[in-house]
Every structure is written in structure tokens, then in C-alpha cells.
């Protein structure tokens, strides 16, 4: 089957380049390729498009254009961010307050500090809708506690953390303590002011709204000291070393624009499409479940997160792959056996359950026929799989606990 007959429902996972983005790219591929390093009249030319980048996204998030670091990508600007601020302070003890529901991006180099002794670490549940609330931030502050990280939405379930509300009472409680917030998902739906919303530190990434990889921002607050992480030749005011990805810069500012720029359209296109595949799946598949937050305003738009009872989310994934679908599922096959997603587990599913996640992600790839599609494939894969499988019906009985029916 050819890619363009292909359903796809994976735009969390990432987004296909914007013809205008690769358009606005290519003349820095063809041309104006030159290092922004070079002192001579091409790099110089360079040097000034990264800028007019810069200035342009620090408009867009509200911040100053000095406040903006190119890096290459979200994990990059979470480790950046992370370490940054942990080298800040040796030799004396540090907490990191950060929550279950991150994406590996951040928990990773917490736990790696925290094995290599640099830090201690507390995680804060979610509640059963995925939602980090603000009294659990404040409930886990530490006398030591120096860096906060919290996710702004979730990327398995779609749920929307309240930044602003707990920035503020962070801040009231604790001024000097220096908060982070992924901001991937988040950005790729919705306008965001750094100001606003308080934070000193945020992170966002260019592929989640059609933009390329391998380019994404850490915006650091002016007056917030990090340590940089990658050493060498001095670009990005000395915080990240490396020849610039000049087409990247270009092509991520672009499509940020382009985001902005139709907010309302892609928000109302997603959210009319997820009704309409919520619906159809309700009706034609029994002993399913939804989660992640009921109200509408407190998920991203688009994402759908479910559980199927009797069968594992991997074996769902291989049969739509074969009919033409791509998916995603929170679980991951380890070692042999299928690991649960841990932010379905953080928000108290039990592991046989969580195993049998899917997470449909809707974006511009996808019109109304692709879901009346998509809604003929999957009924049929599931009662397949259902019929193989040798797992006992259990989801009645935990039903009302954490699902979103
Ligand atoms: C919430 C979140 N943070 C960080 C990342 C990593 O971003 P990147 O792929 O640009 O490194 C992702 C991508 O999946 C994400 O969803």
C-alpha cells in the first residue's frame, strides 16, 4: 500500500513538513547555506536570518529575542534545561520536584542525577484523569527543592496541566526554586506567553507542528544561569555549541507562523474529527475505555487515548500497520514482555489493562473519510485479536474508576 493510501493517526508522535516550510527551507539549503559564524558578507546574511528567527518566535511566546536557544529539539532543551540548572549548584544538596507523568525526556536525566548522587527527587501523582494539580506541587516542596520541571500536556493521554496556577503558587511559596516545563505537546496545539504563564524555563520542538526534526527551542529566562552541556565554539550566547541548523531554524520559525496562524482551523478540523471517532468506536467496539481528562478544554485536541480489554496494544499496532493505519500505544514490548505505559499507571490503571492501550493522534493529515475508514478497520481487528486472546473480562468491575465514557 502506498504512504498516501495509508490512514495516518500518529501526528503526537510527529507531523510531516509543511510545503510552505520546505519551500521557505530549501533557498537555505541552495544559497544562503553559509556559516552564521563567518565574518565574511554571506555569513553575516546568515547570521541576520537566525536572528529575524529568533525575534519572530520570541514574539509568538511572548518572550524577548535573547530569551530564545536553538537546540536540537525537545529532549535536547529538557536535558539543557535540566542539567543545566543541577550544575549550577555542586556540592550542596538539591531536590527535583518533577511529575509521573513526564515524558522520558525529563525523567531520564533526573534519574541519572539522582544514581550519580547529584540530586534527590520527588515525583507527584496525577489524578485518575492524568491532570498534575497544584497543591500536590506545593504539598512536595523541599527546603532543598531547586528546580521544578512539569509537563505543560501530556503526550500519551493529552491532558493539560494548569502552568500558570502552579508557577503562581510556586512562586509565592518559593521565588528563588526555578521551574521548567515541556511544553511539546502543548505548543503544538495551543498560543502560549512565557510571561504569562510564569515559567523560567521551556521547552518546545519544531516536528510536532509540522516543522522539521532535529530543531527545537529551550527559552531561559533572562536572568536564569544555566550551565551549557554541549562545549565548543560559542554559538547561542555560549549556552549551545554547534553550527547552527540554519534551514531547521528557518523552516521550525515558519511553521510555528503557520501554527499561529491557523490555531482556530486545526483546533476545530481535530476536535470535530475526535468526536466523531469517539463516537464511532463507542458504538462498534464493546469493553473499550477512554481516558484522560472528560472536559475538552483540559486535553489537547485530537488525541485519543484507549484501552482495550482482552488484548495487548502492540498486537493492535502490527494489525492496523498491515490495514494500512499508523498508531501509536503507550506500552513498549522490553525484554519480551509488554511494558504498561507508566502514565497510565501513574494514573491507576492496572498493568493488564494499560497494556492494552492505543493512542490515536488526529492532525492535518486526516478528514472525515479517513475515520469512517479507520472505524471499518479497527472493530474487526479487535473482536480478531479478542477471540485469540486467553486474557479473562475483568473491565466491567473497575470501570468507573478512571474512564472517561
Ligand atoms: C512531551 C514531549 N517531550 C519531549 C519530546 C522529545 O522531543 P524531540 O523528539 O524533539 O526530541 C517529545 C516527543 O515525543 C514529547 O512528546
Redesign the pocket.
Known amino acids: 500500500m502506498s504512504t498516501n493510501q495509508r490512514i495516518y493517526l500518529d501526528h503526537?508522535?510527529?507531523t510531516p513538513v509543511d510545503r510552505f516550510v520546505i519551500d521557505e527551507m530549501q533557498n537555505f539549503f541552495i544559497s544562503n547555506w553559509h556559516n552564521p559564524s563567518s565574518i565574511y558578507f554571506e555569513g553575516q546574511k546568515a547570521a541576520r536570518v537566525i536572528d529575524e528567527a529568533r525575534m519572530s518566535i520570541a514574539k509568538m511566546i511572548g518572550a524577548k529575542s535573547e530569551e530564545i536557544y536553538f537546540t536540537?529539539?525537545?529532549?535536547?532543551?529538557?536535558n539543557l534545561a535540566i542539567k543545566g540548572i543541577i550544575d549550577m549548584h555542586l556540592n550542596v544538596p538539591v531536590h527535583i520536584l518533577t511529575s509521573a507523568t513526564?515524558?522520558?525526556?525529563?525523567i531520564d536525566p533526573i534519574e541519572l542525577l539522582s544514581h550519580q548522587n547529584k540530586i534527590t527527587f520527588s515525583t507527584i501523582s496525577p489524578d485518575k484523569e492524568g491532570i498534575i494539580h497544584s497543591d500536590e506541587v506545593i504539598k512536595s516542596i523541599k527546603k532543598d527543592t531547586k528546580l521544578i520541571s512539569i509537563?505543560?500536556?501530556?503526550?500519551e493521554v493529552g491532558a493539560i496541566n494548569n502552568i500558570k496556577e502552579i508557577v503562581d503558587k510556586v512562586k509565592s511559596k518559593r521565588p528563588d526554586i526555578i521551574f521548567h516545563s515541556?511544553?511539546?505537546?502543548y505548543v503544538a496545539h495551543y498560543d502560549i506567553d512565557v510571561k504569562n504563564l510564569g515559567v523560567d524555563l521551556l521547552?518546545l520542538?519544531?516536528?510536532?507542528f509540522y516543522g522539521p526534526?532535529?530543531?527545537?527551542v529551550l527559552y531561559i529566562k533572562n536572568g536564569v544561569k544555566i550551565v551549557p552541556q554541549i562545549l565548543g565554539g560559542g554559538q547561542e550566547n555560549n549556552i549551545r555549541a554547534g553550527t547552527e541548523n540554519l534551514a531547521a531554524i528557518i523552516g521550525l520559525s515558519k511553521a510555528m507562523e503557520i501554527s499561529v496562524n491557523n490555531r482556530q482551523k486545526d483546533i476545530e478540523r481535530d476536535q470535530l474529527l475526535f468526536e466523531q471517532l469517539q463516537n464511532g468506536l463507542k458504538k462498534s467496539i464493546p469493553d473499550i475505555g477512554f481516558t484522560g481528562p472528560k472536559k475538552i478544554q483540559q486535553r489537547i485536541p485530537g488525541m485519543l487515548s484507549m484501552l482495550v480489554d482482552g488484548v495487548e496494544g502492540e498486537s493492535i499496532l502490527l494489525a492496523l500497520d498491515i490495514q494500512g493505519v499508523s498508531a501509536s500505544s503507550g506500552s513498549a514490548c522490553s525484554t519480551g514482555s509488554i511494558e504498561p505505559s507508566h502514565v497510565l499507571t501513574a494514573m491507576g490503571i492496572p498493568n493488564e489493562l494499560a497494556r492494552g492501550s492505543l493512542r490515536l493522534s488526529i492532525g492535518r493529515m486526516n478528514n472525515e473519510k479517513d475515520i469512517n475508514d479507520f472505524l471499518q478497520i479497527l472493530p474487526s481487528i479487535i473482536k480478531n485479536l479478542r477471540s485469540m486472546s486467553s486474557q479473562k473480562k475483568q473491565f466491567k468491575k473497575i470501570e468507573s474508576e478512571w474512564l472517561n465514557n
Do not use: L
Open positions: 503526537a508522535a510527529t536540537s529539539g525537545g529532549s535536547e532543551s529538557n513526564e515524558h522520558h525526556a525529563v509537563m505543560h500536556a501530556n503526550n515541556d511544553s511539546v505537546q521547552t520542538t519544531g516536528h510536532k526534526r532535529g530543531c527545537g
